[in-house]
């Protein structure tokens, strides 16, 4: 079979809901949701080796840690596993006080007892029925009339009642899904929901949990917003009511749909981190609380090292998070892009010397330390990489600052390097390259300083004395000049017929404190009108500066000898 040429005579369009004056498109997010995370549920039943209760302990203590509140444990009527999983973190009081754990269970007797029986002797638990309500459901899986699936519902509420009623020492809280809610008739949705709120008589002080499922992401977001804005504005005794949401990836606008959801007024978000479910995933709860925190909003989950998050995530699930993954993937604040690299260098820089503590930073819509990333990831350097790049990796790394037109003389340097490795470059790659370039702490080709010294002859000018190691053969120099440098540049020409004019020279600290090392850049142009770098790394500031000289030399030389 191939793809349809007219797709219309197997799928429709979904239909539109009958909302003419929706409210949730003015609104904005200002509050962070009740969050709820699924990931020992619903993302556990969606991975090929379901987590032993080793991973799902070390899961838990995860979400408790990252500050989730609301926490689906499991399916404890699914298997003896989940089932002592469950009632283990019940006897061995690992439930923080301010944490609800939650059970689900489809609508059946002897499910609905096990699932209570699981929670025996908890301070406060949440029990979460579902039935599919859509006429998919009804129709092709059940064979059954909207009555029929009604009383499921509701008779499953009933039993809920009675088993809480055994349990008086637990703070039972109920919740109440219309599977399949997405693609369900809307007004059906509420039917059965206040047929179930009948039953259980939630108050404000007590309310229920109306959660509402994108069992099968169908629609575009919006879609999901308006159903979710007629169901709000249409529930009676809403005020007893918690809305919850339970978005899917399907088309791949899961988070978005959650947020839109929330701007109709729902008040509760469940998922996983990183978006772990079924098919394609739930709602990614680490996008949509980082979404939240890139707008001001505390989310209160706390993703302040993210990487070891990941790891726990990562170890649990048996599932590599993306590298491209919001905010937490490995490559999401790394540009090779040269353009990409000059503007995220030029926005570091802006932020030294600025007041205002906003960030402004090109393409990273948060900063990476505020998640325990280090800014030398931040830029990576590969053969489409451009200057701000490799200048950015030697700044981080070596604390070398080069002049604007330095890093244009060295930048061939890199790309030759690049093009012959195939691959990225890493900073020992770049370092490398930038020694072997300028002279820089290796064997010189000509011209190696082994010792000097300055002083002040009575006319004023400067006098260099020193001895240079030539093709590794020691001799005495000496050059006379208006300072350390001209004096120096004297003595190369006067010993060795090497003639350079300085353009200009740079100096700067490599980092600060007693012990800090000096840099020092220096431009000069040869008789034959070729620019020449030179740099200079030392702990005295004019031993850097003698080094440049020599350094441009080494660099006169080769070019002269090529």
């Given at each position: 079979?191939?793809m349809l040429?007219?797709?219309?005579?197997k799928?429709?369009?979904?239909?539109?809901?009958?909302l003419?004056?929706r409210?949730w498109?003015?609104r904005?997010?200002?509050?962070?949701?009740?969050?709820?995370?699924?990931?020992?549920?619903d993302g556990?039943?969606?991975?090929?080796?379901?987590?032993?209760?080793h991973?799902?302990?070390?899961?838990?203590?995860?979400?408790?840690?990252?500050?989730?509140?609301?926490i689906?444990v499991?399916?404890p009527?699914?298997?003896?596993?989940?089932f002592?999983f469950?009632?283990?973190?019940v006897?061995s009081?690992r439930?923080?006080?301010?944490?609800?754990v939650?059970?689900?269970?489809?609508?059946?007797e002897?499910?609905?007892r096990?699932?209570?029986?699981?929670?025996?002797?908890?301070r406060s638990?949440?029990?979460h029925?579902?039935?599919?309500?859509?006429?998919?459901w009804r129709?092709v899986?059940?064979?059954?009339?909207?009555?029929?699936?009604?009383d499921?519902?509701v008779?499953?509420?009933r039993i809920m009642?009675?088993?809480?009623?055994?349990q008086?020492?637990?703070?039972?809280?109920?919740?109440?899904?219309?599977?399949?809610f997405?693609?369900?008739?809307?007004?059906f949705?509420?039917?059965?929901c206040?047929?179930?709120m009948?039953?259980l008589?939630p108050?404000?002080?007590?309310p229920?949990?109306?959660?509402?499922?994108?069992?099968?992401?169908a629609?575009?977001?919006?879609?999901?917003?308006?159903q979710?804005?007629?169901?709000?504005?249409?529930?009676p005794n809403?005020?007893?009511?918690?809305?919850?949401?339970?978005?899917?990836?399907?088309?791949?606008?899961g988070?978005?749909?959650?947020e839109?959801a929330l701007?109709?007024?729902?008040?509760?978000?469940?998922g996983?981190l990183?978006?772990?479910?079924e098919?394609?995933?739930?709602?990614?709860?680490?996008?949509?609380?980082?979404?939240?925190?890139?707008?001001g909003?505390?989310?209160?989950?706390?993703?302040?090292?993210i990487?070891?998050?990941?790891?726990?995530?990562e170890y649990c699930n048996?599932?590599p998070?993306?590298?491209?993954h919001?905010?937490?993937?490995?490559l999401?604040?790394?540009?090779?892009s040269?353009?990409?690299?000059d503007?995220?260098?030029?926005?570091?820089?802006a932020?030294?010397?600025?007041?205002?503590?906003?960030w402004?930073v090109p393409?990273?819509?948060?900063?990476p330390?505020?998640?325990g990333r280090?800014?030398?990831?931040v830029?990576?350097v590969?053969s489409q990489?451009g200057?701000?790049?490799?200048?950015?990796?030697?700044?981080?790394?070596?604390?070398?600052?080069l002049?604007?037109?330095?890093?244009?003389d060295?930048s061939?340097h890199?790309q030759?390097?690049?093009?012959?490795l195939g691959r990225?470059?890493?900073?020992?790659d770049i370092?490398?390259?930038?020694?072997?370039?300028?002279n820089?702490?290796?064997?010189p080709?000509?011209?190696q300083?082994?010792?000097y010294?300055?002083?002040?002859a009575?006319?004023?000018s400067r006098?260099?004395t020193?001895?240079?190691?030539v093709?590794?053969?020691?001799?005495?120099?000496?050059?006379?000049?208006?300072?350390?440098?001209?004096s120096?540049l004297?003595?190369?020409?006067d010993?060795?017929?090497?003639?350079l004019?300085?353009?200009d020279y740079?100096?700067h600290a490599?980092?600060?404190?007693?012990?800090?090392r000096?840099?020092?850049?220096?431009?000069?142009?040869?008789?034959?009108g070729?620019?020449i770098?030179?740099v200079?790394i030392?702990?005295?500031?004019?031993?850097?500066?003698?080094?440049a000289?020599?350094s441009a030399?080494?660099?006169?030389?080769?070019?002269?000898?090529?």
């Amino acid at each position: 079979m191939t793809m349809l040429r007219d797709p219309s005579v197997k799928y429709s369009p979904f239909p539109q809901v009958p909302l003419t004056d929706r409210q949730w498109p003015t609104r904005t997010i200002t509050a962070p949701p009740r969050w709820l995370s699924t990931d020992l549920r619903d993302g556990n039943q969606a991975i090929v080796h379901p987590m032993d209760a080793h991973k799902k302990n070390r899961f838990f203590d995860l979400l408790v840690e990252i500050g989730v509140k609301e926490i689906e444990v499991g399916f404890p009527s699914a298997g003896a596993t989940e089932f002592e999983f469950i009632s283990g973190l019940v006897r061995s009081d690992r439930i923080p006080d301010d944490v609800m754990v939650q059970v689900l269970t489809q609508s059946r007797e002897d499910l609905i007892r096990t699932s209570f029986a699981s929670l025996t002797g908890a301070r406060s638990a949440i029990v979460h029925l579902y039935n599919a309500v859509s006429p998919a459901w009804r129709e092709v899986v059940f064979g059954m009339s909207k009555d029929q699936v009604r009383d499921i519902a509701v008779q499953g509420a009933r039993i809920m009642r009675d088993e809480a009623a055994r349990q008086p020492g637990t703070d039972w809280h109920f919740q109440y899904s219309p599977e399949t809610f997405s693609t369900a008739e809307l007004d059906f949705s509420l039917e059965v929901c206040e047929a179930v709120m009948d039953v259980l008589a939630p108050t404000p002080e007590h309310p229920i949990i109306l959660n509402l499922p994108a069992t099968v992401e169908a629609a575009t977001p919006n879609i999901y917003a308006d159903q979710v804005e007629y169901f709000i504005r249409n529930l009676p005794n809403r005020e007893s009511a918690v809305i919850s949401l339970h978005t899917h990836n399907d088309r791949g606008t899961g988070v978005a749909a959650a947020e839109l959801a929330l701007m109709a007024g729902a008040d509760r978000v469940e998922g996983c981190l990183f978006g772990n479910g079924e098919r394609t995933g739930n709602c990614c709860l680490v996008t949509m609380a980082l979404n939240m925190y890139t707008q001001g909003i505390d989310p209160k989950i706390d993703f302040s090292d993210i990487d070891r998050v990941i790891e726990t995530v990562e170890y649990c699930n048996e599932l590599p998070v993306h590298q491209r993954h919001p905010y937490g993937g490995e490559l999401v604040y790394t540009a090779f892009s040269g353009s990409h690299q000059d503007a995220i260098k030029k926005g570091f820089s802006a932020l030294e010397s600025q007041n205002d503590p906003h960030w402004r930073v090109p393409y990273l819509p948060i900063d990476p330390a505020d998640l325990g990333r280090s800014y030398e990831a931040v830029i990576r350097v590969n053969s489409q990489s451009g200057k701000g790049g490799f200048a950015w990796v030697l700044e981080q790394n070596q604390g070398l600052k080069l002049p604007k037109k330095m890093q244009a003389d060295f930048s061939p340097h890199v790309q030759r390097m690049a093009d012959e490795l195939g691959r990225e470059l890493n900073a020992a790659d770049i370092w490398e390259a930038f020694k072997t370039a300028y002279n820089v702490q290796t064997q010189p080709r000509h011209f190696q300083l082994i010792d000097y010294e300055e002083r002040r002859a009575t006319d004023g000018s400067r006098l260099f004395t020193g001895t240079i190691a030539v093709e590794g053969q020691e001799q005495s120099v000496s050059g006379r000049g208006n300072g350390l440098i001209s004096s120096v540049l004297s003595t190369i020409e006067d010993s060795f017929g090497l003639s350079l004019e300085i353009i200009d020279y740079t100096e700067h600290a490599l980092s600060t404190g007693r012990d800090s090392r000096a840099a020092a850049y220096l431009e000069c142009r040869t008789p034959e009108g070729k620019t020449i770098w030179g740099v200079g790394i030392d702990e005295d500031v004019a031993t850097a500066s003698v080094r440049a000289v020599l350094s441009a030399a080494n660099s006169a030389r080769v070019a002269k000898d090529q």
